[in-house]
């Protein structure tokens, strides 16, 4: 390895942390415990659904996705390659399961749009 | 024609690799961080033959892989990163003055970038960039773990003798 290969290690690290740091410092992805869940269909809004209501939602046929104990897991996917299912159950604001094939997008958000817009204004 | 043989050879390997990624499980939790084991044969061509050679040998994995494992979706998105990654590989190997192991690491990087962007174009919601600081992370891991490799092997083969 050479000099260089390690100034290259550390640009990587500093972008990484930036990535990290910025949207944490702007209160995006804060990364605490959230309520809800907002779906998106090809950027969409398909629906938001508070986590505390253990419930099982339908999205187009496609995809099912599961509320429970205030974790949403996809459950099931028309889709061959199943990532989205092998994922896991996610909580934390900024979480996000994917299903790429059909476009559908579950992250986890703090509160719902009004109460964000309420604030801002305060 | 020896050269023809060779790249049947490198062609088989890679995709031996791509076999042998797809049997491995998902890390849970991040989606998409994988080894890349079938980009040690891409680094390996590049410093071997060229940036061509690379590129063929990338597109006949990716094609083969996609339609025995994958679908549409896995080949478009396969493409995106190895498109990108090859072309940063390339040109940080012809001006940057890094080794091996610095090529394969910005690799790496640049592969799990091409994939993000992609993935995002696809479901239209920039929110997926909440993993971009883990998937650059695992993409200077694996490219340094895979630059190591090629740099070994690189070192205990003929190289461009071969041709």
């Known amino acids: ?25 702007l209160g995006i992805f804060a ?11 090809a950027g969409e809004e398909y629906g938001t659904y508070s986590l505390s209501e253990d419930q099982t939602i339908e999205i187009n046929d496609t995809n099912v996705c599961e509320i429970q104990n205030g974790e949403v897991n996809m459950t099931e996917a028309d889709c061959p390659d199943q990532l989205c299912i092998h994922q896991g159950p996610i909580h934390i604001q900024g979480e996000t399961i994917v299903c790429l094939p059909n476009r559908v997008v579950l992250e986890i958000t703090g509160m719902d749009t009004e109460e964000q817009l309420d604030g801002v204004v305060q | 024609m020896k050269k023809t043989a060779y790249m049947g050879l490198f062609a088989a390997v890679a995709i031996i ?14 989606p998409g961080i994988k080894l890349g084991l079938a980009n040690l ?5 590049l410093y071997t033959y060229s940036f061509r050679e690379a590129a063929a040998i990338s597109l006949i994995r990716i094609l083969v892989i996609g339609f025995m494992f994958g679908n549409l979706f896995s ?8 498109a990108l990654s090859l072309a940063c590989m390339t040109l940080a ?13 910005l690799g790496g990087v640049t592969h799990n970038l091409g994939q993000i962007v992609v993935a995002v174009l696809v479901v239209e919601n920039v929110n997926l960039f909440y993993y971009f600081p883990a998937l650059l992370i695992a993409g200077l891991i694996t490219g340094f773990l895979i630059g190591i490799l090629s740099g070994e092997i690189l070192k205990r083969t003929p190289g461009r003798k071969l041709v």
Do not use: H, N
Not at chain 2, 17 to 30: D, N, Q, R, T
């Open chain 1, 1 to 25: 390895m050479k000099k260089r290969d390690f100034i290259l290690i550390g640009a990587v690290l500093a972008v990484a942390l930036l990535c990290w740091l910025i949207p944490r410092g």
């Open chain 1, 31 to 41: 990364g605490e415990d959230a309520s809800q869940v907002r779906i998106t269909v």
């Open chain 2, 17 to 30: 690799f791509g076999y042998v990624e797809s049997l491995l499980p998902v890390f849970a939790g991040i």
């Open chain 2, 41 to 45: 044969v891409t680094v390996f061509i």
């Open chain 2, 75 to 82: 080949i478009l998105f396969s493409l995106a990163g190895a």
């Open chain 2, 93 to 105: 190997k012809k001006y940057l003055g890094l080794s091996v192991t610095g090529v394969s690491i």
